[in-house]
C-alpha cells in the first residue's frame, strides 16, 4: 500500500516537474507573451526571473528524494500564486486558458504529493505521529 | 493605576490565531491594488491559515498546538535545541551529567596531548562528598616507581597466560552498539597504546581481527558468535575463536552495571544485515539478551559454568559482574572455594557504569555504586583468603585519573573505561547511542555519520590519552609515596562523611 502510494506521489512529482520546467524556457528566455503576462498584466517588470527561479529551486527539490515535501510545498505556493494571477490579472481567455490549466494540474499535483507525503512535513509530522 | 508589563502567552497566541487570517486577506487586497509581489505574503499566509486550523480543530494529540496554534511550535522548537543550548550556553562546567564539562574536557586534553594543568583552584566541593587522596610528606622520585606488569592467569598456571604492561584497557562495546569506524579506530588505537580492547558481546568479531590488537572476547547472555538455537554454550565455535592469535582471554558477562538483572539491549534501528548476521538474530525488532546465562541456574552451575569455559578455551577467563548484594557474591566467592574453580579476574562494574541502550530504570536505580561495590568485593575476597587466586578489575566512570587512582585504593589491579576512550574519540556526550543517530559518528552505523572520524587521525588519540594517564598514575602514585598500585590501600584514602564509602570507615 505505502509503496503504491509513493509510485503515485512520484508520478504527481514528475507532472509538476515537466510543466512548471517547459515554462522556465520561456521565463528565461524573455519570449514576448511571457514577458507580455508579466509587464502588462501583473505589472512586475522581471518577474519571470524571479518566479522563475523559484519554480527552478521547487523543481530540484521535487527530485531529491530527501527535499519531495519542500518543493511539493513551494510548487503549491507558487501555483497558488499563479492561479490567484489568473483570477484577478490575467484571465482564462485563449492561450491564457491553457497556462491557467496547467497552473491547476500543477497545484493538485504538488497537493496529492503533499498528502502522500504528509508525515515528513516539519510542522505537522509531530502532531501526526501519534494519530 | 501603572499596568505592568507581561506577555500573557495565550492571549498573544489568540490574537496571532486571529491575526494570520486577517493578513492573508489584507495582503490579497494590497496584491491587487499595490504590487502582485504582495501575493508572495498572501500565499504565505493562506498556507499559514490552513496550518493553523489543522492545529486548532482537526489533530488531537498535542494540547498546547491545539490551545495555541503556529505559536505553540515554539515551545517544541525550542525544547527540541534544549540540550545543545544548555551544553553550549548555559550549563555550568561541573553540572552536566554523566560527564560534566570538566571532566570531558580533562580527556580530551588527554587524547589531543595539550597539557591539562588548570589555574586559580579547583571546581570540586571540599566540604561535602568528594573522596580525596592522602598524599605523603615524602613522595617518591618517579625513577623509583616499580614498572606496571599484571599477569593473568598466573594463578591457575594457564600456558597462554596474559600480561598487560599499562593498568587499562578498553571497556566492553559491541560491534552493533558501535559503528564500524569506531571499532576500528579503538582497535587500531589499542595497539599503538599496547592495551587490550573487549569485544562487547557483539557476536564473532570481524573488525576488530582486521586492526590486529589484543582482545578480550566478551561472552554476554546471548553469547552472540558462540551458541547454540538455544542459547547455551557452543564449545566448538569457542575453541575455533579461542585459537585466534589476537584472541587473548575470554570474559563472561553476567551483568553490568548500567542495567544489572537485564541483558543487553539493541535497539533496532541499529541492526543492519551485517550485524544481523553477525549475531544470528532478525533485523526487525529489538535484540534483548536474556537476563542470565542459560547454563547459570544457580551459584553451584555458575561456578561449574566458569570452569568449564576455562577448560574449554585454555587462555584466562574471567567474569564481569555489578554487584546487588554482597553477601550473594560472598556465597558466590564460598562456592569457588568449595570447587577450587577461579575466575582469572573479577570485573566490577558500578552501577554508574555506561550503556548504548537500558531502561531508564535501570539505569537510574539498579546495582551498587562502583565505590562501595569494589570495597565489598576486595574485602570479601581477603575475609576469605582467596584475594590472591584471582586479578580485580574495575570499571564505571573512571575516564580521569582521579577516580581511577580511588579504585586502585580500593583493590582495582586495572582499570576498565568504555565512554573515556569514546571521549578521546570525539564523543560530545550528545547521548544518541541508542538512536543511530550519533553527531560524531561512533554509536551509529549511517555511513554519513561515520563520515566524521578519520581513522587515522583518531586512532592516535586513544594512544595518547593512555600514554597520558600512565603519566598522571604515575605523579599520583609518586605523591603518594608508593612504587606501584598494589601498595596503594585503603588508608590512602580521605572519606569525608557525605560519601557512600564512610560506612566502611566505621566498619574498619
Known sequence: MKNKAYIFSWIAQLIAVVIMGQTLFFKFTGHPETIAIFEEKLNMPGGQYVIGIAELIACILLLIPTSVAYGALLGAGLMTGAIIGHITHIGWEGNHLTLGIMAIITLVSCISVLIIRRSELPFIKSALKEQ | MIGKLSIDLHKLAKFTNLAIPILAILFFVAGLKVSFYFHFLTVTFLFLTIINFFYLKVQTTHSVLRNFGVLGQGRYMLESIGPELRQYLFANDTEEKPFNRTERAEVYRKAKNIDSASSFGS????????????????????????????????????????????????????YG?????????????AKMAGIPMNTGEGGYPKYHLDEGCDLIFQMGTAKFGVRNEDGTLNDDKLQELAQKDSIKMVEIKFSQGAKPGKGGLLPKEKITDEIAELRGVPKDRDVISPSSHAEC???????????????????????????????????????MKRQNVFPDWIT???????????????????????????????????????????????????????????????????????????????????LQCGNNTCPVGITTHDPVLQHGINIDAKAPRIANYVHNLEHDLEELLASAGCRSVKELTFDHLFVPSESTLYPFIQSN
Open chain 2, 297 to 335: 541456574k544457580d551459584i553451584e552451575s555458575t561456578v561449574a559454568f566458569i570452569d568449564h569455559v576455562q577448560k574449554a578455551t585454555e587462555l584466562p577467563v574471567g567474569i564481569k559482574l555489578c554487584v546487588g548484594r554482597p553477601q550473594q557474591f560472598e556465597e558466590l566467592v564460598l562456592e
Open chain 2, 348 to 430: 566490577v562494574d558500578g552501577a554508574e557504569g555506561g550503556t548504548g541502550a537500558a531502561p531508564k530504570a535501570f539505569i537510574d536505580r539498579v546495582g551498587m555504586p562502583l565505590f562501595p561495590a569494589l570495597k565489598s568485593v576486595n574485602d570479601i575476597l581477603a575475609k576469605n583468603e582467596v584475594r590472591n587466586r584471582l586479578k580485580l578489575l574495575a570499571s564505571g566512570k573512571l575516564v580521569a585519573p582521579g577516580r581511577q587512582m580511588v579504585a586502585f585504593c580500593l583493590g582495582a589491579d586495572a582499570i576498565y573505561s568504555a565512554r573515556g576512550f569514546m571521549l578521546s574519540l570525539g564523543c560530545i556526550q550528545a
Open chain 2, 123 to 174: 571546581q570540586f566541593e571540599f566540604d561535602s562528598s568528594e573522596i580525596k587522596i592522602r598524599h605523603s610528606m615524602f613522595p617518591i622520585s618517579k625513577d623509583k616507581l616499580i614498572p606496571y606488569r599484571l599477569t593473568f592467569g598466573e594463578e591457575r598456571g594457564v600456558a597462554n597466560s596474559y600480561t598487560i604492561t599499562k593498568p587499562f584497557m578498553i571497556s566492553a562495546m559491541s
Open chain 2, 177 to 189: 552498539a558501535l559503528g564500524e569506524r569506531a571499532v576500528r579506530s579503538f582497535a587500531r588505537g
